[in-house]
Each structure stands twice: as structure tokens, then as C-alpha cells.
């Protein structure tokens, strides 16, 4: 048998699989979370929240009106970003002229509280949700045996983190984005309603981030805990990737998942931390992050 | 005159029984703290529904022991040793806490136990495995009563290794219990002949196991012992499905594996698994009574966990009524002498490491479709008489064995 760094090839190659598949979800959620940060300043730590919301929201289309998956992959993920604009607009929205920690101390209380009423309504323990039968199963790759769905949130999580990207830095919407992030008071003497723009910002990261949770649902259990077990590594990709930067996030995301995957093979127990220790040495070498400019 | 000094005389005399009751039980009342992880992987494992079982038990010994009413306090101690000492000591030196129950997480049990026994109090695991507890780190006033990893490994890994699973790989929860757990099971393989190809830890909680799960596939080992619990397990195993290995041809044995995650998991994912219990709902007559009110209190069936914690307070309070009192020298004594037989315990004994031994049961999940009833998801393929299911006192380690 072929051996690499000492272990089989194909355990190497099915690991390296693995982290890009466990990357898709990192580089999916940071990137909405980039997105927020770079136009609002807000660090949105309801992030996992609404990720978890998206997961609740398919669960419960299922089954009180027998909505499926492929339907909620798009129905979720609008519910969820409505109501985070509606958030943005009645609450969020009278925190800009403070400082940015009022943000973070308001989002990361509305995570609470949202995590807390869904535990009670739920419970902590899981609930299944089963992966839709076009995509069940799975194949032989020869080294190892990927389950389509993964391999589906693998081609999926890239179309929308590159559509975004695509969405920013291409088109006039994301050209008027991109300059509100610039100089917001300038952008608005044109005529741009920024205010609206922002709401949209905002409600377009919630909507990503139920997007994931739709797209984990049939992985992991739909759990209320499913959210807060997760944000904190991803704040630790957008930071390693720049904060704010949209293209750092997507490939800070996939890298670490696959650097994660890889210390899973290579020394297990340190698996849940080495993300920090990568975020503590980039912040130490460079303080904006791999992809950040220097404010 | 003569009829007012007999009045007087006689209430004198009712006074100073209930001065007598008062100084029997300290400060006048019984409180028994529940502490358990009520929001995180072990929440439906132990949990609120432990909290409730207490309570039953409370209610049907009549609300009051030596007539001072008996209270219960809970608290979430979030799977982490130190949160739970510091709620523990609190309870302990300010809010009058006689015994503290349930400690679901053995790396908690451990820390409280110790607490307890620097303390002076009672403390009665249900909650949490490892045979530490009443092995090297043994407390005079601490007793483990539901389960342990040697009647886990003895009745799951007795199973499985019996069906030809001679070649083993672990996934282990990295803390006190998956390590207990899984070196019992190891020993328990290798003394029927089998071996322990390999091992890998992952954290608690963790929600994605298919690195773990490749490198136990890669392994060829027959069988793979998932040493973990709770929701840890069901994700582990629900993976496992999804990665192909069941189809394989490899056996999942989740070693500590209840009703409560069965039903989270469904029976189409767990149907067929083998897992140990120290209770059944559906066993007798006398187990269904338990199970059907706790089912309209809870909203669901309870688990091994649920039933030996309401066993647990029940043989408390019979214990301080044996004793006359609260104090907790003469409590655990009568503890350690006094026979367990309820609807949870059969033919129970408390052993002077503290370990309760009563008899186990080998589970297996049913078919969907073979059910009857919602919440009848077992069958029996056996019953592990106690002294084969846990280790003999004599030989645990205990320093209290002499």
C-alpha cells in the first residue's frame, strides 16, 4: 500500500475529502458573516442562531405542510432572511451610532435567547431529518466511499460562495455595497438609499446562513445546540481570512477545514483546537488577517 | 388543676418529641440537590426528566421523612467539572443540601464526589460510568447505583465478542468515562480470545465523526465500540449508515446507548444494535406502573437513568427513616446494609466500595414495524445477574474494602 506522511493513501485522500467537505459549511457560514462585517461593522454572533433557524425552518416546513427539501433549500433560507431584516430594521439598526460592541453584545443576546426558546420548545437532543432519496446513498471512489449528499453540499456550498462573490464584485448592487462600505455618507448623497442596503446586507447574510443549515440538516441532527457549537470556529475563519473580506473567508474556510481534517488523522485530541492555534499565529504575524487590508 | 398539669404535662412532652425530630433531621427538612446536564449531549440522557423522577419519588414516600418535609433543588452543571464543584459547594455550605444525586459525566461525578466526601455528605451517582467511583476514588459516603463500564463492557462487549466480533476498534469520548469504558471492554475482548486493532479520541460533543469513522473503517476491525454517549453516539452512529460502514459488513456496539437516545435516533437508524440497561419499561408489571406515570409527567419513557434516580432518593429517605436521622455517617451505614428491591433494583445490594449491584438486562432494538406501542422499542435477549455485571468489591480497588 502506498504510504503518505506514514498513513495510508487512501485514509490521506479520504480525510482530505472530508475537510473539504466539513470546509463547504465553514467557507459558507464565514462568508455571510464577512459579508455583515464588511458593510455594517455589526459582528453578527446570531449567526449560528439563524444557521440553526434554517435547519428548524426546513424541519418544520416538512412537517406541518409537507414542504421537501429541495423547496426549503429555498423557502428556509427567505423566512430566515426576512425576519433578519426585520430584526436589522427594528432593533439592529439603532445600534450603528454606538459603539461596534453594542452590536456584538445585542446579536450575541439575541442568539441566546433564540437558542434558549428553541431548546425549550425542542429539547437539546437532536431531531432527524432524513437526506432527500435523489440523493441518498452513495459511491465507491476507490479510496474511499462518499455518500452523495456530501458530495452535493460540496458542488452546492461552491456555486453560492462563488455566486456571492460573483454578486459583490460584479454587478451594480454589490458596486453600491461595496462603496457604502467606503464612505456610506458620500454613496447616500448620490441618491442610494443606504439605510435599505443595509437592511438587505443584512437579511442576505441571514439567509446564507440558514442556507447552510438547510444544508446540514440531513448530516448532523436538527438540533437546537447545532448553531452555537460552530460559530465559534467560524468567527475564528473570518479572522484568520480578514475580517470583512469576502474572498478571504471562502478560501480561509476551505482551507481550515481541510487543515482540520488532516490533524484528525495526524493527532486527533488536538482536532477541535488547531483552528485556534492557526488564528492565534496569524493574528500575531498579521493583525488584519491573510486577505485583510490594514485599516 | 390536676386535668391542666396532665395538659400541660402532655404537651411538654408532644414539644419535645418534635425538638427531638428537629435535632434528627439539621435544619428541619430533607434537601436532595439533582445536578445533571440539563441543556448539552447528555440533556435527554439524565436531564429535567431525572429532575422530575426525584420528585415522584418524594411524593410517593409521602413528602416528608421523621416529619420534615423533604425538598429538591436542581441545577445544570453544564458537563464541567468545575461549575458543578462550585454549585456543589454552594449548595453544601449555604442552602442546607443534605445529598447530592444523579451527576450524569463521570469527569463531574469524580469532582463531586470528592467534594462530597471532604464534606461529609452523600452523594448517589445514576448518571455517570466509570467504576472509578467506587474503585480507586472511593468515598464512604458515595454510592453508584444505576449502571458502570464494566456492566456496559460486560453485556454489550459480552455480546458482541459471543457473535464472533473478535477484532475491535474504539471511538472514544475523550474524558474519564470513554477511557474507563473503552479499557474495560479492551480487557473484556482480550480475555475471550479477541484483540484491539486501535483507538482514536474525539471531544465531547462533537458533531462530526466521518474522519473518525474512516480511520475506524481503514482499521478492518470487525466490530467498532463507540466508548461515548448521548448524542455523540446516535450522530456516530447515524453517520456510520451514511459512510456505508454497517453495509460493510462492520458492527456498530454502542456501548452505553439508552431508550432516550433510541428514540432520537428513530428505530429505522438504530434497529438491531445491542445495548445493557439496568431497566426496561416494557420488562413487568411493576416497571410499566413506573414508566406509564413518568411517560404522563415528562412526556416521555423513561431511561436506566430516570428510573435508578428515582430508586436512588427512594432508598435515601427509607435510609435516614431507618436511621432516625440525616446525619450522614448513620445514613450511609444503614445505605450500605439495608436490601434494594424496587421496580429499578432486582435482588439490589450495596457493596462496601458503595457500588449498588442489582441485575442488568441485554437489549436489543427492534425492527420498525415489530413495535406494539409507541416507546416499545426493545427486546430482552437476556438478563446479567448482578454479580456477574459489576465488579466484586473485593477486587475493585477500593481502599474502603479491606
Known amino acids: 500500500m502506498t504510504m503518505i506522511f506514514g498513513i495510508p493513501i487512501q485514509a490521506f485522500l479520504g480525510q482530505l475529502l472530508i475537510g473539504l467537505i466539513n470546509g463547504s459549511f465553514y467557507a459558507l457560514l464565514s462568508l455571510g458573516l464577512a459579508v455583515i462585517f464588511g458593510l455594517l461593522r455589526v459582528i453578527n454572533f446570531a449567526h449560528g442562531a439563524q444557521y440553526m433557524l434554517g435547519a428548524f425552518v ?82 465507491n471512489l476507490g479510496f474511499m466511499f462518499l455518500p452523495i449528499y456530501r458530495g452535493w453540499v460540496v458542488v452546492i456550498s461552491l456555486i453560492a460562495c462563488i455566486g456571492t462573490w460573483l454578486l459583490i464584485e460584479k454587478t451594480k448592487l454589490g458596486s453600491y455595497l461595496r462603496a457604502a462600505t467606503e464612505n456610506a455618507v458620500l454613496v447616500q448623497a448620490f441618491g442610494v438609499n443606504v439605510p435599505l442596503l443595509l437592511t438587505f446586507t443584512y437579511g442576505f447574510g441571514a439567509a446564507l446562513a440558514a442556507f447552510a443549515g438547510v444544508l446540514a440538516a440531513p448530516i448532523y441532527q436538527v438540533s437546537p445546540l447545532m448553531g452555537s457549537n460552530l460559530i465559534i470556529v467560524v468567527f475564528a475563519v ?40 492557526i488564528m492565534a499565529i496569524v493574528l500575531l504575524i498579521r493583525p488584519a488577517g491573510l486577505f485583510g487590508r490594514d485599516a | 388543676m390536676r386535668k391542666n398539669l396532665i395538659a400541660s404535662l402532655a404537651i411538654l412532652l408532644a414539644g419535645s418529641t418534635a425538638a427531638l425530630a428537629q435535632d434528627a433531621v439539621s435544619d428541619g427538612k430533607v434537601k436532595i440537590g439533582i445536578l445533571n446536564d440539563q441543556s448539552g449531549v447528555y440533556a435527554d440522557f439524565g436531564g429535567k426528566s431525572s429532575v422530575e423522577a426525584a420528585k415522584m419519588a418524594v411524593e410517593d414516600f409521602g413528602g416528608t421523612v421523621l416529619d420534615m418535609p423533604i425538598e429538591i433543588v436542581d441545577a445544570d452543571h453544564q458537563n464541567k467539572p468545575d461549575i458543578a464543584s462550585n454549585i456543589a459547594r454552594q449548595w453544601y455550605d449555604t442552602e442546607q443540601v443534605d445529598a447530592i444525586m444523579e451527576l450524569t459525566t463521570s469527569s463531574v461525578a469524580l469532582a463531586v464526589q470528592a467534594l462530597s466526601r471532604e464534606k461529609k455528605k452523600i452523594d448517589i451517582v445514576t448518571g455517570a460510568a466509570t467504576t472509578d467511583l467506587t474503585g480507586k476514588q472511593c468515598s464512604p459516603y458515595g454510592f453508584h447505583w444505576a449502571y458502570d463500564t464494566h456492566a456496559l463492557a460486560v453485556g454489550t462487549g459480552g455480546a458482541l465478542v459471543k457473535q464472533g466480533g473478535d477484532s475491535w476498534f474504539f471511538l472514544t469520548a475523550d474524558y474519564a468515562f470513554g477511557y474507563s469504558l473503552e479499557e474495560q471492554t479492551s480487557e473484556f475482548v482480550k480475555s475471550a480470545g479477541g484483540n484491539v486493532v486501535g483507538s482514536v479520541r474525539h471531544p465531547l460533543a462533537t458533531n462530526d465523526f466521518s474522519s473518525f469513522l474512516l480511520q475506524a473503517q481503514s482499521s478492518g476491525a470487525k466490530v467498532i465500540g463507540l466508548a461515548n454517549a448521548g448524542l455523540d453516539t446516535a450522530n456516530a452512529i447515524k453517520q456510520a449508515a451514511e459512510f456505508g460502514i454497517t453495509a ?136 446479567i445477574p448482578g454479580d456477574e455485571a459489576y465488579i466484586d468489591p473485593a477486587k475493585s480497588g477500593c481502599e474502603l474494602v479491606q
Do not use: C
Open chain 2, 248 to 383: 460493510g459488513g462492520q458492527n456498530l456496539a454502542a456501548l452505553l446507548f439508552t431508550l432516550a437516545e433510541v428514540h432520537g435516533l428513530g428505530v429505522e437508524a438504530a434497529q438491531g444494535l445491542t445495548l445493557t440497561e439496568g431497566y426496561y419499561w416494557n420488562l413487568d408489571e411493576q416497571s410499566r406502573e413506573f414508566g406509564k406515570r413518568f411517560f404522563e409527567r415528562t412526556g416521555s419513557m423513561p431511561n436506566m437513568v430516570h428510573a435508578g434516580t428515582y430508586s436512588a432518593v427512594m432508598q435515601y429517605l427509607k435510609a435516614i427513616k431507618q436511621a432516625g436521622t440525616d446525619e450522614t455517617e448513620a445514613v450511609a451505614k444503614a445505605l450500605h446494609e439495608m436490601p434494594v428491591d424496587d421496580f429499578f433494583a432486582r435482588n439490589g445490594k450495596v457493596g462496601a466500595n458503595g457500588r449498588m449491584i442489582h441485575d442488568m438486562y441485554l437489549l436489543q432494538v427492534k425492527k420498525p414495524g415489530e413495535s406494539d406501542e409507541p416507546w416499545d422499542y426493545f427486546n430482552v435477549l437476556s438478563t
Open chain 1, 238 to 277: 473570518v479572522v484568520v481570512g480578514g475580517m470583512g473580506s469576502i474572498m478571504g473567508a471562502i478560501i480561509t474556510g476551505y482551507m481550515l477545514g481541510i487543515t482540520e481534517g488532516l490533524t484528525k488523522v495526524f493527532y486527533p485530541e488536538a482536532s477541535n483546537i488547531v483552528i485556534f492555534v
Open chain 1, 58 to 139: 426546513a424541519l418544520l416546513l416538512l412537517q406541518y405542510f409537507g414542504i421537501n427539501y429541495w423547496l426549503a433549500l429555498i423557502v428556509a433560507p427567505v423566512i430566515v432572511g426576512v425576519l433578519g431584516a426585520i430584526i436589522e430594521r427594528t432593533m439592529l439598526s439603532r445600534l450603528y451610532k454606538l459603539d461596534h460592541l453594542y452590536g456584538l453584545l445585542f446579536t450575541f443576546g439575541l442568539a441566546l435567547t433564540i437558542e434558549g426558546t428553541f431548546r425549550y420548545l425542542y429539547g437539546a437532543a437532536g431531531q432527524p431529518y432524513s437526506v432527500p432519496s435523489a440523493l441518498a446513498g452513495g459511491t
